[in-house]
């Protein structure tokens, strides 16, 4: 397996812009996760779906940022408008079953850049 | 809510030199533990996980002891090498959380031939 696909790998935008963030989980995982890292305050979870469904989205920071899970095979997590604050790298994560007992498994990150 | 807290980085050392990084949890429940290690440019790798009270987890010698009394997960290696040199994320992850994986802030370590 190629493991869990983000695209892309680097985002540079300006501030006000649309960006959004893509998501291969690894075939077979019902969870999938997106976090944020940053320098200042570290990993943050975003959102975790479950079976396709959000089940947990107390760490979307604002209404700018949005998440969606089509299907098993393809997650986005949007920003509208993008500002310079949301500046990080985006990981993308997932498992099967709960990660309770199970390795989770990252992508590569997205570099977000905003100007 | 329950946290991870780890020691602050950057951690410099010689290589052969013994690691110690330090983690301590709150968690209201009975939580599993895990080390994940962060290499430049790639995202998280399970490292070691512990799934009770008194489990030691073990991988690439490194290891990690699940202290419930203490509530501590430190990691620790006897000898490192350059190649170790990365970000190390203590984590918990609790049933009554509904699968949530809560990291630490995370800790550098560079090894120094």
């Known amino acids: 397996d190629a493991g869990v696909i983000q695209s892309p790998r680097h985002e540079v935008t300006e501030m006000g812009q649309e960006v959004t963030l893509r998501c291969k989980p690894i075939?077979?995982?019902?969870?999938l996760f997106w976090y944020r890292q940053t320098m200042m305050r570290g990993l943050e979870l975003l959102i975790y779906?479950?079976?396709?469904?959000?089940?947990?989205d107390s760490g979307m920071p604002e209404d700018r940022f949005s998440a969606k899970m089509p299907n098993a095979s393809f997650s986005t997590l949007k920003i509208q408008p993008s500002e310079p604050r949301d500046s990080a790298v985006y990981f993308c994560?997932?498992?099967?079953?709960?990660?309770?007992?199970?390795?989770?498994?990252f992508g590569s990150g997205t570099q977000l850049s905003v100007l | 809510g329950d946290s991870v807290t780890q020691m602050e980085g950057p951690v410099t050392l010689s290589e052969e030199a013994f690691l110690t990084i330090n983690c301590t949890y709150t968690?209201?429940?009975?939580?599993?533990l895990f080390w994940y290690v962060q290499y430049p440019g790639e995202g998280l790798q399970l490292l070691l996980k512990?799934?009770?009270?008194?489990d030691k987890g073990s991988n690439k010698g490194f290891e990690a002891t699940y202290r419930k009394e203490t509530t501590s997960f430190h990691l620790e290696k006897g000898s490192v090498q350059v190649s170790d040199s990365a970000v190390y994320f203590c984590a918990l992850s609790a049933d009554n959380q509904g699968g949530k994986l809560i990291f630490g802030q995370g800790t550098e370590l560079s090894v120094k031939p």
């Open positions: 779906f479950n079976n396709n469904v959000p089940i947990d």
């Open positions: 075939s077979g995982h019902d969870y």
């Open positions: 968690a209201t429940g009975y939580p599993s």
């Open positions: 994560a997932s498992s099967f079953r709960q990660p309770t007992n199970e390795k989770l498994f």
């Open positions: 512990a799934t009770k009270a008194d």
